[in-house]
């Protein structure tokens, strides 16, 4: 097993400069949950003068539409989805404050000098561990656009959620560094 | 003539989706774990490790591997002497799609009208069908949920007779280092080559079904099969995306006669979990 850094959600400054491409680490705190749908909301929000319904400083976003909740159980499966559905509208989240973003697949070269202007940081985890992962999640209260079902803006509780830090805030990348010993072509 | 009724049919196809979204099917869980072994990356054999921890968390607590229970694709060997009362074959797979999917607590992704307005139907239909009749009187019915993430990154190309093998190659790479992370690696890939347009998107689809076991009956084909898995291998793209040698499990070709003028490929890409269940009746 690679080395897994335990960290605190929302994400300090110094937290973020202190993680590095390529990191493992085990995410604890609140994050929320939102996909491109909520996405466009947030930014017809803004784009009308308007608060947004969470306050995004230091907070972290998780690309996620989970699977319905059984009972007695908090959330249903809960893996990631493409982040580069978001990628329109992430620049401007992270000019309100966001600092971490989770979910799977690159990012677009906006994005990343985004990240890089605002320090925030891009982790990955496992696409289609949705049921490993869902266990990390300990609650999950829907905060907005509940009529948009699985693709809510949601408040989740998280222990020791797994995740990898694919870019970093000195938009180090590891898909280009971490592929490139392997490449055989 | 064998009468079926249209009830049993949706019962099977409930009962389907639920399986086919909560357990891993074996010959893909022993890939995996082969795949395991051969990576040579640290970070990607934990990342297979947590994919194989994953499928043993959803059969033991019975819920979805991934939260995208997809669109339900469903393959039917329809007997020529089997008879349907009580309903549509379509009506019957449909109802029970939406009963798999409401009971077994499995997300909705279907929208009823793709551009305009996008709204979900609630229940996951209408299933994507593909209907094939054969001698008998049973039906067998096959249910392939298919998620977007790797959906979204497939693609078909018409070739020319000139391009042939080569060109063949470089498109199914092409199109598998495009999809890069977003499809969920280890991947399967399925390629369709020949018939027209319309016919190769379905064999490669068709051929995301057929067990990683097997390889093509035509050896040209199986080795074909062979040097893409390969090829793909070699790309660098590994687990997640994140690097390593496990970039595919398997290339599973499906070939179908053509024009004179024409050479179409198709490639359908699925993540690692490559969800299918069969019953027949």
């Known amino acids: ?185 | 003539m064998r009468t079926i009724t249209a009830q049993a049919i949706t019962d099977a196809v409930a009962k389907l989706a639920i399986e086919a979204n909560y357990y891993l099917s074996e010959d893909v869980y022993n890939a995996l774990e082969e795949g395991q072994q051969k990576e040579e990356s640290p970070l990607g054999k934990d990342i297979i490790g947590q994919i194989l921890q994953n499928a043993c968390i959803a059969r033991d607590e019975a819920k979805p591997m991934c939260q995208d229970t997809g669109l339900a694709v469903v393959f039917v060997e329809l007997g020529q002497d089997a008879h349907i009362q009580g309903g549509t074959l379509e009506a019957a797979i449909n109802a029970g799609v939406a009963k798999g999917y409401i009971e077994g607590y499995l997300r909705k992704s279907a929208v009823a009208e793709p551009l305009f307005n996008r709204k979900n139907t609630g229940d996951n239909t209408p299933a994507i069908i593909h209907l094939e009749s054969v001698p008998g009187d049973r039906i067998k019915i096959l249910l392939a949920p298919k998620g977007a993430g790797s959906e979204n990154k497939s693609g078909l190309k018409m070739l020319v007779p000139a391009d042939g093998i080569a060109g063949v190659k470089k498109f199914v790479l092409d199109t598998v280092i495009s999809a890069g992370s977003s499809t969920c690696p280890p991947i399967v890939v399925g390629v369709g080559i020949g018939g027209t347009m319309d016919k190769a998107a379905y064999l490669a689809k068709k051929a995301l079904i057929r067990p990683l076991t097997e390889r093509n009956a035509h050896p040209e084909y199986a080795k074909l099969e062979a040097e893409l898995l390969d090829l793909i291998n070699k790309t660098g793209i590994g687990p997640q995306g994140l690097g390593g040698c496990t970039t595919a499990l398997a290339v599973n070709v499906e070939w179908f006669p053509t024009h004179i003028a024409s050479l179409p490929v198709a490639v359908n890409i699925n993540c690692h979990a490559t969800r299918h269940a069969e019953i027949t009746l």
């Open chain 1, 1 to 185: 097993m690679t080395e897994q850094k335990k960290i605190t959600a929302p994400l300090t400054d110094e937290t973020v400069k202190s993680l590095k491409a390529g990191d493992s680490v085990l995410i604890s705190g609140v994050i929320y949950a939102a996909r491109d749908a909520a996405h466009q909301r947030m930014i017809e929000a803004l784009d009308r003068g308007e608060d947004l319904p969470v306050d995004l400083t230091g907070q972290v976003i998780y690309y996620v539409g989970p699977s319905p909740a059984k009972p007695g159980e908090p959330i249903g499966s809960a893996g990631p989805t493409t982040a580069g559905r978001c990628d329109a509208y992430t620049p401007r989240l992270l000019d309100k404050g966001l600092k971490g973003m989770i979910g799977k697949g690159y990012r677009s070269d906006t994005v990343v000098d985004s990240m890089k202007k605002n320090g925030a940081v891009y982790f990955v985890c496992v696409g289609g561990a949705a049921a490993l992962i869902s266990r990390t999640i300990k609650a999950y209260d829907v905060v907005a656009y509940g009529e948009l079902g699985p693709e809510a803006l949601a408040r989740m509780e998280v222990v020791d959620f797994p995740a990898i830090v694919a870019i970093d805030c000195e938009g180090r990348n590891y898909y280009e560094e971490g592929q490139k010993p392997y490449k055989k072509l």
